[in-house]
């Protein structure tokens, strides 16, 4: 039995999210997944970027580093490398993740450190009153764009894979102990893990009735490692499909770093030394 329970991973703050907000789906199974997992809170960092799902970090039992818009991945992976013992998870929302941020998402996978992202995705930019976001489908109209959006949306699963994040998921707030499973899958992947979590903005964009009919299970025939394969079901635009999409075990950031100073010290020194017998 794990040593603490989910209940024990909240705080007692209590959220300030509107209530039927699918981010406190997103804790919930966030806690699951830490109990299941036995994470010892001294040794768990939340980082988290701006926005309504940016107030996550307050509400776990762990450290936690609520960092300037856009920039959660970067300092994650700070965090990581200066201490690589840690569990770091980081969390945000698709504007945060896909707009200001998302040209850290290109360098974060190449360096692959082993922190996990959860991408809390309602379509909108909710803390500032119902904008349209980089994943706002194509015509939606909003409080801040009455005549509907003129973007097209991004598909931040196939993104993800061209990048070649080394561990791209799909889940849905609404079903939290399928999340909860797909974050255990996350930590047990040593990488970076991002995880597009669909979490409905009751508010300004509520799609709880439209979501249920259009989700589906990824087929169990699917092979996570073959990334053409996962590229092609991500751009299947029938169904919104949920699950791995794609996984590729590889060297993490922290470990090509190792003994990396006692090499650059031990090629200094007989160098040092030469330079000053010039001046003996």
Not at 106 to 130: C, E, F, S
Not at 213 to 219: D, K, M, R, T, W
Not at 268 to 273: E, K
């Amino acid at each position: 039995m794990p040593k603490i329970s989910a209940q024990e991973y909240k705080t007692k703050i209590e959220p300030v999210w509107c209530p039927g907000c699918g981010d406190f789906g997103v804790l919930q199974a966030i806690c699951n997944a830490l109990s299941a997992k036995d994470v010892d809170p001294k040794n768990l960092v939340f980082a988290s970027g701006i926005g309504c799902s940016g107030r996550l970090p307050p509400y776990v039992k762990s450290y936690g580093f609520h960092t300037v818009h856009g920039r959660v991945l970067p300092i994650a992976t700070g965090i990581k490398v200066g201490n690589p013992n840690l569990t770091v998870v980081a969390v945000g929302g698709d504007g945060d993740a896909f707009a200001i941020g998302g040209g850290h998402i290109p360098h974060t996978a190449r360096r692959n450190p082993d922190i996990k992202y959860i991408v809390m995705d309602n379509g909108t930019y909710g803390l500032t009153k119902g904008q349209g976001s980089p994943t706002s489908p194509l015509g939606k109209a909003y409080p801040g764009a009455p005549y509907g959006t003129t973007e097209i949306p991004l598909n931040p699963i196939a993104m993800s894979i061209a990048y070649d994040v080394s561990f791209v998921a799909r889940a849905y707030s609404g079903k939290a102990k399928e999340l909860a499973e797909i974050i255990m899958k996350a930590m047990d992947h040593r990488g970076f893990a991002l995880i597009d979590v669909i979490s409905p903005c009751i508010t300004f964009y509520n799609t709880y009735k439209e979501l249920p009919p259009q989700l589906a299970v990824i087929p169990e025939t699917h092979d996570p490692r073959n990334r053409a394969d996962a590229f092609k079901l991500a751009l299947d635009g029938s169904k919104i499909y949920l699950g791995v999409f794609y996984q590729n075990e590889r060297p993490t950031y922290e470990s090509r770093l190792t003994g990396l100073s006692e090499k650059a010290e031990a090629a200094s020194i007989p160098r040092l030394n030469e330079i000053m017998l010039d001046f003996t």
